[in-house]
């Protein structure tokens, strides 16, 4: 059992992957939004909703791989600074 598994498990998964179902479900709202052609600030108020669900994702996605590394660091005395290292970096491109 790797790491990841010990952490993550199957419940965080499911949710991501249940979430990012329901995001994609918005998508293909806003796309039948368009084609109907309705008002543009209720496409905006969906698109503003895609945007924040996709942000949760990600937050939810980077705390499971941040529980990771730390977890891989506190068993790893070789070099515990290469995974605080990719903490540092997996955080700096996901606020980007």
Do not use: W
């Amino acid at each position: 059992m790797k790491g990841s598994e010990i952490i993550m498990g199957t419940d965080p998964r499911r949710s991501i992957l249940m979430r990012l179902k329901r995001i994609e479900g918005q998508v293909r709202g806003v796309q039948r939004m368009i084609e109907a052609e309705e008002e543009c600030n209720e496409i905006l108020n969906q698109i503003a909703a895609i945007k924040s669900a996709v942000n949760q994702v990600g937050i939810l996605v980077f705390e499971n791989h941040a529980k990771d590394c730390i977890y891989k660091s506190m068993h790893d005395e070789e070099n515990p600074e290469q995974s605080f290292n990719e903490i540092v970096g997996m955080m700096s491109r996901f606020i980007k």
